[in-house]
């Protein structure tokens, strides 16, 4: 289930194919091992309007019921950059 992260923000998610194995402890923006520094990627309202909250941040397939968490690394978050939309890099605080 995507949970919101903030008042403009979902939390950005990963299909079974994108965090299989892993994949999953990949930046979703630059692909980067992220290792257990990572910080949860969002999405801008834009990017989560409708049912494109259930699409995957990455290669942008439906999510389906089982997903897990879009992540960034260190330096894709770092500062403001994590407050920006995984996907299209809009403002999402």
């Not at 079974?16 to 979703?28: D, H, I, L, T, V």
């Not at 923006?29 to 309202?45: F, M, P, T």
């Not at 494109?52 to 950059?81: D, N, R, T, Y």
């Amino acid at each position: 289930m995507i949970r919101p992260v903030g008042p403009m923000s979902e939390m950005a998610m990963l299909c079974n194919n994108c965090s299989f194995g892993a994949k999953k402890e990949a930046c979703a923006k630059c692909g980067d091992w992220i290792g257990s520094h990572g910080l949860q990627a969002k999405l801008c309202n834009e990017c989560s309007f409708g049912p494109k909250k259930a699409e995957c941040a990455v290669c942008g397939h439906w999510i389906g019921s089982e997903s897990a968490p879009a992540m960034l690394c260190q330096q894709c978050a770092f500062s403001s950059k994590k407050d920006h939309c995984v996907k299209c890099g809009k403002w999402a605080p």
